[in-house]
């Protein structure tokens, strides 16, 4: 028999042997010891295995390099060598797909990467590369294993080498599940989707203790990266939720409207929501004054399949609205402007979010629907000196590099320089529908009333009587609703009710869109 620390004791038999086996592999179950596993669930987290267990479909987890163990010395390590060296690899499935995973055990060195672990994890993805899958860290480690110096900060650059590597060929997930900081912090930040948990799983580059040091600044570790600062504020963390169950669910839901790579198309289901259905709703939850606000994610609600969709940043930039959803069983990205905060102008923050997002989609063969509601963007100085230009050119440039079928719906609002950005037919919408309710202009007539009418407003006897009777002229004359068809800048003017089976016959129609780009190494993108 062995031990966790000590080597295998010598069976003479096979059944020996195999016994042997059996009693090292519980050993390897069962983990370091019953007090660490108490201390782990004193913090209110699960252990890797059982995350492992709620990720993947039941009994479906093939376990790589379950023996491995550290050959490091120095600082007593040489007595301790516990098996999986602090962090649990290999493959299951997710809704019968295969998905990779790697989940560090706290329990061991606080899941801090050594060496041995940090291989065990470039091999993982290697695999997850090369079969075309996706990957998932369950992360909860303290970063780089301290008594094991450089060669633990090596093991995190081969980890980056691969994400990057990675990056729009198989959707990579990171579920942050306990305190992440340094190196621990970077590799979701390459990744495609970052889910946290509350209370228990923080992520920065240098914890409270080195921010006093150097600032001067009191903050706790939540306050500093815990979930609700990165899913409102900084927007690092996609998701966030109150316990690690509802969490590893959700990722089972964002894995089922994925493809595995970016070689296939998104897995499509059968709907029961009928393509044809009607969305009378739709024509009381939308104001046709413009200055009105609604709410755009019962709009969403209203044209998807059973009403159902995966909201993707749901609290940060709540001024852009960024979903995967289906429509007819079709997985699609939804980018939709959400009048009800700060009227549904696009920031700075806004266009990075999108940005990403469309980036996502087009990766993994999404189509994208863009719902339009949009007064510009933000003025001030604040958005000028941040970078607006450059943070708004992230979601025009990612638009117009998308190659995945495009459709831009236009409900009301379509002003300036943001109707363009918003997936126009200008930068190539392979089909733009607008409401009987839409205004697309350069900007709003009252706007444009005072700029080109400010002579003849300022000598008029009644200046109020006569900007609103250039304001009417203005409206009556570029601002109709059936200006942009008449020019063909928009396909056609639909009624509301008919959106969803509008969208539904387009992308049935652009399914097999194929587009060849010119070759070159990348592009340079804004950032
Ligand atoms: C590139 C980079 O990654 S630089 C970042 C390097 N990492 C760090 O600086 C983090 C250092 N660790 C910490 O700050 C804390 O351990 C935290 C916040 C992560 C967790 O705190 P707690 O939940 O209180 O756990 P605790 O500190 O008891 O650690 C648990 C065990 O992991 C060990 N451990 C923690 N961090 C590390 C580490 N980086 N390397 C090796 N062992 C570690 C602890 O010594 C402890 O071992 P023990 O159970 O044998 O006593």
Request: a negative charge; charged letters at 25%; one cysteine or more.
């Amino acid at each position: 028999m062995s031990n966790l620390e000590g080597a295998p004791v010598e069976a003479s038999d096979v059944r020996g042997r195999v016994a042997e086996l059996h009693a090292i592999r519980e050993q390897v179950r069962r983990g370091p010891s019953e007090r660490a596993t108490q201390a782990q669930k004193a913090k209110g987290k699960l252990t890797a295995r059982e995350r492992i267990e709620l990720l993947l479909d039941e009994g479906s987890f093939t376990e790589v390099e379950p023996l491995r163990r550290h050959r490091a010395s120095g600082f007593g390590l040489e007595a301790k060598r516990p098996y999986t060296d602090g962090v649990i690899t290999g493959w299951g499935t997710v809704h019968g797909r295969t998905v990779f995973v790697y989940a560090h055990d706290f329990r061991i060195f606080g899941g801090a990467l050594g060496e041995a672990h940090a291989t065990k994890i470039h091999k993982i993805m290697d695999k997850a590369i090369a079969a075309g899958a996706p990957l998932v860290s369950l992360n909860d480690g303290a970063g780089a294993r301290i008594q094991e110096g450089v060669s633990a900060l090596a093991g995190y650059g081969g980890i980056f080498q691969r994400n990057t590597k990675a990056s729009g060929v198989i959707p990579q997930i990171s579920v942050m599940l306990g305190p992440c900081a340094g190196g621990a912090a970077y590799s979701p930040a390459l990744t495609d989707f970052v889910f946290m948990v509350r209370d228990t799983s923080q992520m920065f580059i240098t914890g409270p203790d080195v921010v006093r040091a150097v600032t001067g600044e009191e903050i706790s570790q939540n306050g500093l990266g815990g979930a609700d600062v990165h899913a409102e504020t900084s927007g690092v963390a996609h998701f966030a939720y109150d316990d690690e169950e509802t969490c590893l669910e959700e990722v089972r839901y964002l894995l089922s409207l994925l493809p595995q790579n970016n070689r296939e198309n998104p897995p499509r289901v059968e709907s029961e929501d009928p393509a044809d259905r009607l969305g009378e709703a739709l024509l009381d939850l939308v104001p046709a004054d413009g200055n009105r606000p609604y709410d755009m994610r019962k709009v969403i609600e209203e044209i998807v399949d059973d009403g159902e969709y995966l909201e993707i940043h749901e609290r940060w930039a709540t001024n852009i609205i960024c979903a995967l959803s289906r429509l007819d069983g079709r997985v699609v990205g939804i980018v939709a402007n959400q009048p009800q905060s700060l009227a549904g102008v696009l920031d700075i923050e806004a266009s990075e979010k999108a940005a990403r997002f469309i980036q996502m989609c087009d990766a993994f063969n999404i189509p994208i629907i863009t719902l339009l509601d949009v007064p510009g963007f933000l003025p001030g100085v604040d958005q000028e000196h941040g970078g607006i230009i450059r943070h708004g050119a992230k979601l025009l440039y990612a638009y117009c590099n998308a190659t995945v079928p495009r459709i831009s719906v236009i409900l009301r609002k379509a002003y300036g320089g943001a109707y363009i950005v918003m997936d126009s037919q200008s930068i190539g919408a392979d089909l733009t529908y607008a409401w009987p309710t839409n205004e697309i202009a350069v900007m709003g007539a009252e706007g444009a009333a005072n700029v080109i009418f400010r002579k003849q407003i300022a000598e008029a006897d009644d200046p109020e009587a006569m900007r609103s009777r250039m304001v009417k002229e203005y409206k009556a004359e570029l601002m109709h609703p059936y200006y942009a068809a008449e020019r063909g800048l928009v396909d056609d003017v639909i009624d509301p009710v008919e959106t969803r089976s509008v969208l539904i016959r387009s992308l049935a129609m652009l399914a097999n869109k194929h587009a060849d780009l010119p070759a070159r190494k990348h592009g340079n993108p804004p950032q």
